[in-house]
């Protein structure tokens, strides 16, 4: 990312990985916008609505809802929230229930909150990182049920949207149902190739500079505006959509390792990103290909969940996740008190899934 700090300043703010604040720069996502405007004016008539806006990780899930809220404007109170730990209990999901929406009193049940919810004035609840109300053990379902029936009890004062990561709605589907309590669903699949080309062309066209696709390493270029400088546009944007298989994260920053600045002539220039190899991922044991699709599956996993799921104790799944770590399959996120997250790479999202599909292990 310290390559980013060459390109000239518009070009820095243009390419920040990260979702939309605002529909400037959204592309692919236009009719799934207006899926959310339609839904917002039939709630608003007394339809019993809520939309589940599901897709992988760097669909454009958060830059979607971005933009809805953008939308809104001061039309209606917008609460957005977010699950920020993995809730155990109806007890947990309770008591941030009441620090979300300042309830006078604490609920004494989920009946209890399901009144109090159906009091407040009529609203939009934006909620992400859903994922973490589940977890594959014994009571870990206990709290992704009691919102549910949260959601069901409360949809005609509150218009619930909600985000998931693909393979947990899945899991959660397979397990739940889940679909039954959403009247709408929303699938955000990964950008086609096209899709990433226009995204990341948005953007150098607003930064106004010039831009040329070299044919090597080297610097060597083919014919500014003509058919070959056309080809190898195409080229470069059929690798990166093969890296990344469409997670924007990942083409950010494969897009930001290729592009340079040149001062003297006040142009950008893009080298190639060729065929990356992942062939070592085939040298994965067993034991490091489940521990990976479980991540995936839930969105993210602490030591101790990882330790629960697979039955071993916390320093063994420690070790095994600090490897992987190491390997750059997976992020590690700190957190409070020592405990931390981690996630899968988002550079590798491609090559992973891929391989764990091959292999029948994510499905």
Known sequence: MARAATLPPVCRRLFTIGALKNREFLVGKEDHLESLRELFHLWQKGNLCSVAVVGPNGSGKTSLVNCFQSELGNQIPVHRLDIDHRLRGE?????????????????????????????????????????????????????????????????????????????????????????RYFSHQLQTLLGTQAEMRDALLLRLQTSSYPVKFLKTDSGKALKKNGLDQNALQERFFADLFAASRGNMQAALY?????????????SLTVRPLGKLDYSSLRSLDRQQF???????????????????????DSLRSRMLLDHLVQLNLLVFESGDNGAGRYQLNPLFYAPVTATLEGRNILQ
């Open 290 to 312: 489940y521990t990976l699709a479980e991540i995936i599956a839930h969105g993210e996993l602490n030591a101790d969940e990882h330790a629960s799921i697979f039955a071993c």
């Open 254 to 266: 494969y897009w930001l390792l290729c592009l340079d600045y040149d001062k003297t002539l006040e």
């Open 91 to 179: 007890s947990q999901l309770i008591e941030l229930c009441s620090q979300w929406f300042e309830l006078p009193s604490v609920p004494k049940n989920l009946i209890d909150l399901e009144e109090q919810l159906r009091q407040l004035p009529p609203a939009v609840i934006i909620i992400e990182n859903i994922h973490r109300l589940l977890l594959r053990n014994t009571g870990g379902l206990e709290s992704i049920r009691a919102f549910l029936g949260l959601v069901l009890a409360s949809r005609r004062q509150l218009l619930w949207v909600i985000t998931c990561r693909k393979y947990p709605w899945q899991r959660m589907q397979h397990l739940l149902q889940v679909d």
